[in-house]
């Protein structure tokens, strides 16, 4: 039996978008705790081997101290720890990489070919990125060298991809003889896949950066057997999670429906709310305040349409009619997008209008 944490995706620096500057400031020192949490779970479990598939860096502007924090917490686990470089942090002889900072047990694949390192009990292969693109397949006439152990090879690359991030068609993987083929470069986990008698798969990122990135998030806690069987399991590690959220205000007060829809769910992470239904002109500021200790942070939506019954004065021969008529017309022309301004318009229209100043 080996055991093995597979994590990829790290982009530590990255900038995080929709975030105020102070929270981004918080999300990029909250990537570095991520560290201690992936070396403490390589420690606690006990892991034989870890790989890291490549995009641990967002790029070559990450901070020194980043980079040898990722250091210092990949040199307290008592095993092999194995970097293959990907198109962000591809190795230069002038990136973070070739820095003297990395712990003895820290190997880094310098090479766009595969190389191969024998240790102990597995037979390891790594390929680097060494620029911000490659067009070839790192797996391209690849075969393992017969042995008695296992094989891993740990890289950045795009299964099925057409574009410039090291595609590799799947015959490729089928026809590399692998145990496991440990990859990075896709943010969402494919779980364990199987191509030929080949394992493969992408642990995903292990902290979500944006709204395009929901949900749980971590690493792959990856175990093969002496049969040569791989079995994977998902091992959360994200300090918090992106999710969206909807909620319908219908004849609902939107104070109470907000708090509602929040109510499941972790106060520490980050949230979108999208309000859909019928609803009266919102104050958005009011509500995100009312509701703001219940996400780390929450925006929200308003997709809401206007009441039906707003809609009951439009036969009228008065301005509150004319203007209802001619929202109208202009909402029934409109697409989606200008649809949602055009009916906050009316909402904000008509509450002018009936404060008095146009009573028929
Ligand atoms: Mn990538």
């Not at 496991?180 to 992408?202: F, K, M, N, P, V």
Request: hydrophobic share 40%; with cysteine; net charge negative.
């Amino acid at each position: 039996m080996l055991h093995i944490l597979h994590a990829a995706d790290l982009h530590l620096d990255a900038p995080f978008a929709g975030l105020s500057a102070d929270q981004a400031r918080v999300r990029r020192s909250e990537q570095r705790l991520l560290l201690d949490g992936l070396a403490d779970a390589a420690i606690e479990r006990g892991a034989e081997l870890v790989v890291l598939s490549g995009d641990l860096l967002d790029s070559h502007q990450t901070y020194r101290e980043t980079a040898q924090a990722l250091a210092d917490a990949l040199g307290r686990i008592p095993a092999p720890v194995v970097i293959a470089p990907g198109n962000h942090d591809f190795y230069s002889p002038t990136s973070l990489y070739a820095a003297p900072i990395w712990p003895k047990n820290v190997l880094i694949f310098r090479d766009p070919r595969p190389q191969m390192v024998e240790l102990p009990n597995v037979t390891l292969y790594g390929a680097a990125f060494t620029g911000p693109a490659r067009d070839d397949s790192p797996l391209a006439s690849f075969r393992v060298q017969a042995g008695d152990k296992p094989t891993v090879m740990v890289c950045h690359g795009d299964v099925d991809g057409t574009g410039r991030y090291g595609s590799i068609p799947r015959p490729d993987i089928a026809a590399s003889g692998l145990t496991y083929l440990a990859l990075g470069h896709i943010h969402g986990c494919s779980g364990l896949q199987r191509e030929g008698d080949t394992y493969w798969a992408y642990p995903g990122c292990p902290e979500g950066r944006g709204f395009d990135e929901l949900g749980d998030k971590g690493a792959l806690w990856v175990t093969i057997g002496d049969d040569r069987t791989v079995t994977a399991g998902f091992l959360p590690l994200c300090r918090r999670r992106y999710e969206i959220l909807e909620c319908d205000l219908t004849g609902r007060d939107p104070g109470q429906a907000v708090s509602s829809a929040l109510a499941q769910g972790s106060s520490e992470d980050i949230c979108r709310l999208i309000l859909t239904g019928e609803a009266q002109a919102l104050d958005l500021p009011a509500l995100s305040r009312a509701a703001g200790h219940l996400r780390w942070a929450l925006t929200l939506r308003d997709h809401t349409r206007v009441p039906r019954d707003l809609w009951s004065r439009e036969g009228e021969d008065s301005l509150t009619g004319f203007f209802l008529r001619e929202m109208r017309r202009r909402i029934d022309g409109a697409g989606e997008e200008e649809r949602a301004t055009l009916e906050r318009a009316v909402r904000y229209g008509l509450s002018a209008l009936e404060n008095g100043e146009d009573t028929p």
